[in-house]
């Protein structure tokens, strides 16, 4: 058994380092994604366009938009009149508008309430949200700077704990290590089998003395050291591209990764003597990894907000699970003793999937 | 183990495949069969694409399951002592299946390995095996830049390694160049006097002569069976060969011909099977036609069983 074993090892081993294209996969692909998941998908508000409509023209009417443009946004050039103002929105340039009325100065003054009008681009909810809190909080700080000595009656003090700027890097970038650490691990194992399926060379091996079991372990194996490298990677980029601090320990998440990765190779070796080709392969794994860690991990949609039976699907998703612990070791510090349910969840999951794998391994053709 | 068992008894083998698309549509790859190789035999299955001849071959390495029959394989249950076959058998598929990117000393061992060799016992059988399989040379290079012939004679001997105690071969010797198909049937040839029964495949009829006993595969079901010498003997009629390209045009015009049973083309030649040689002769002598007696080969009998199979089945 050992001996068997350690034969198919060493053949998997050499496999992979004799092919130049598994080891572009294996160490750029992952890089690659997260440079362009990192950037595509932050959610921070940096000059965000927005143009205003000044009917005032006066000192106050001024101030107003300096204090806007000083924070988040980026001022386009700002029409005259309040005409065809849908018409900058269609093209796509501009976020929102803000139009300040004619006497703004003036009923700043005399009356208790001025209207301002923001319009924002409701076809992007997310963006609109962000444009319309924005806006309010700068109209609530000039308000209050003119009126000295009548404070809101509740003065709130937030304080971001373990992300005090508010760093959304921050709390995508783990998430995303996750991600890319279940499609590499899948992709990488769901092509194992396939591939020796189409060269013929499973048919030499079936009729040998290899059990299933053997076939799986030796597959399983290198792919688990590359996968794990990867993560490693991904850690290393993470922390030189977007200085994420690593507070907790890094050798515990490194332990805490074992199960997370096993999981996704036993999955992907599933996949693979399911399907016939390679190609169908990579749309499975695809299809079997993305859609469920990108929605429901609480990668980027919070599962609380969900309806019900999508919150009792995200609780099968290793991917949830893992973003636990990665937020938790890389952002909030935490230690294993905080971790233990998610622990167990991967380390059950994990052993499921491979036996599973193993089982469903066909030792026959056809 | 039963060593003084037959390697290969079964019978009543069947194997039938839903044609893709069709769903009441199954095509038979295997009628009934029945097969016995005794030990020190080479058996050759002989039939054209598509005959059954890799199903059949599949069934009895245990990687197909039969949908009815079965037997043993050097005395072991076919379908539930799967795993004890495939220890006991060397099968080599009929598409190259080593690893190309390992090199040919690489995948010897990783066989070895698989199979349970010692270190010790490795270095040893890899001394036999170079002995004849000359590729002492080329250890170090990988699989996929070997020749053809190489690669069949790496294949085999990949499956030799744990000393197999039967050999079932799926054409071997396809696409292999002549001067290398003839070195691999001496391998053959040597392999069975050691003892090891051989059961191989081929399309080709002229490597009929290596094989102990022939079984002609057509359509699923066997043709006939016995030694090629027999066989080719058991051709009951005698044989007029006409030459020339503007014979085959007129091959319908000579099946009709009076005292012929059937014209079959081969190349640029015409076989006239007849019961009544000389009379053909003189009757084709009298309209100008010049004709030779020939030696039945194992094509004509292929050729006349396939016709009495179909005049049985309509």
């Known amino acids: 058994m050992i001996q068997r074993l350690w034969a198919v090892l060493r053949k998997e081993f050499a496999h992979i380092l004799r092919d130049p294209r598994t080891l572009l996969v294996v160490l750029a692909m992952p890089l690659a994604q997260l440079l362009l998941m990192a950037n595509a998908v932050s959610l921070d508000v940096h000059s965000t366009p927005i143009a205003v409509v000044d009917l005032d023209h006066s000192p106050a009417s001024r101030a107003f938009i300096r204090e806007l443009s000083s924070s988040f946004f980026r001022m386009t050039e700002a029409p005259r009149t309040t005409v065809h103002l849908d018409r900058l929105f269609r093209g796509g340039a501009i976020d929102g508008i803000v139009v300040i009325p004619q006497h703004f100065e003036r009923d700043l003054v005399s009356r208790p309430a001025v209207p301002v009008q923001v319009l924002v681009d409701g076809s992007d909810a997310n963006t609109a949200t962000l444009v319309t809190g924005f806006v309010n909080a700068v109209a609530e700080r000039f308000s209050l700077r003119g009126a000295p000595g009548s404070g809101p009656p509740i003065a709130l003090t937030t304080r971001l ?74 850690l290393a980029a993470a922390v030189t591209l977007y200085q994420l601090p690593i507070r907790g320990s890094l050798p515990l998440l490194l332990v805490l990764m074992l199960p997370f990765v096993l999981a996704y190779l036993a999955l992907g070796l599933l996949i693979s003597s399911g399907v016939a080709t390679q190609t169908a392969a990579v749309l499975v794994s695809l299809g079997g990894t993305m859609l469920p860690n990108l929605i429901l991990s609480n990668l980027i949609f919070p599962i609380a907000s969900m309806p019900r039976p999508l919150q009792l699907a995200s609780l099968i998703v290793p991917g949830r699970y893992f973003l636990d612990i990665i937020r938790g070791v890389v952002i909030k510090g935490v230690g294993i003793s905080d971790l233990i349910p998610q622990t167990v969840f991967l380390c059950a999951f994990s052993a499921v999937m491979l036996v599973i794998s193993i089982k469903s391994f066909r030792e026959r053709l056809g | 183990m039963a060593e003084e068992g037959p390697a290969i008894a079964v019978a009543g083998l069947t194997k039938s495949y839903v044609r893709a698309g069709g769903r009441a549509d199954e095509v038979r790859a295997l009628a009934p069969f029945d097969l016995t190789v005794a030990r020190g035999q080479i058996v050759g299955i002989l039939g054209p694409d598509g005959a059954g001849k890799s199903t059949l071959l599949r069934i009895l390495a245990t990687l197909l399951l039969p949908d009815r029959g079965g037997g043993t394989i050097c005395g072991h249950d076919l379908v539930t002592g799967y795993r004890r076959v495939r220890r006991a058998i060397g099968y080599m598929p009929q598409r190259f299946s080593l690893y190309p990117d390992l090199s040919v000393l690489e995948n010897m061992r990783f066989f070895a390995e698989i199979f349970g060799l010692s270190r010790t016992a490795f270095r040893a059988r890899m001394e036999e095996l170079l002995a004849f399989n000359m590729l002492g040379p080329f250890l170090d290079r990988r699989a996929g830049a070997l020749s053809g012939g190489m690669k069949q004679k790496l294949a085999l001997s990949c499956i030799l390694i744990h000393t197999p105690e039967l050999l079932i071969l799926d054409e071997p010797t396809t696409g292999v160049d002549p001067v290398s198909r003839a070195e691999f049937w001496e391998i053959l040839g040597g392999l069975r006097d050691r003892g090891v029964p051989v059961l191989v495949t081929t399309p080709y009829m002229d490597e009929a002569q290596h094989c102990d006993r022939i079984c002609l595969l057509h359509e699923g079901a066997r043709l006939a069976e016995d030694a090629p010498e027999r066989i080719v003997a058991s051709f009951p009629y005698s044989l007029a060969v006409l030459r020339g390209g503007d014979m085959l045009a007129r091959q319908a015009d000579f099946g009709s011909l009076e005292g012929v049973v059937r014209a079959v083309a081969f190349g640029d030649r015409l076989h006239l099977y007849t019961r009544d040689l000389p009379g053909l002769t003189r009757r084709l002598a009298e309209r100008g036609l010049e004709v030779t007696a020939g030696r039945p080969t194992l094509e004509d009998v292929f050729v006349e069983k396939m016709g009495e199979a179909a005049r049985a089945r309509a």
């Open chain 1, 161 to 234: 704990l373990y992300n005090p700027e508010g760093n959304t890097l921050f709390f995508i970038v783990p998430g995303l290590a996750g991600l890319i650490l279940t499609l590499v691990s899948t992709l990488l194992t769901s092509l194992a089998l396939v591939r020796e399926k189409e060269s013929g060379t499973l048919e030499q091996i079936l009729v040998s003395p290899l059990s299933p079991l053997e076939i799986i372990l030796g597959k399983v194996g290198p792919y688990f050291v590359l996968a794990l490298a990867d993560g490693l990677l991904i």
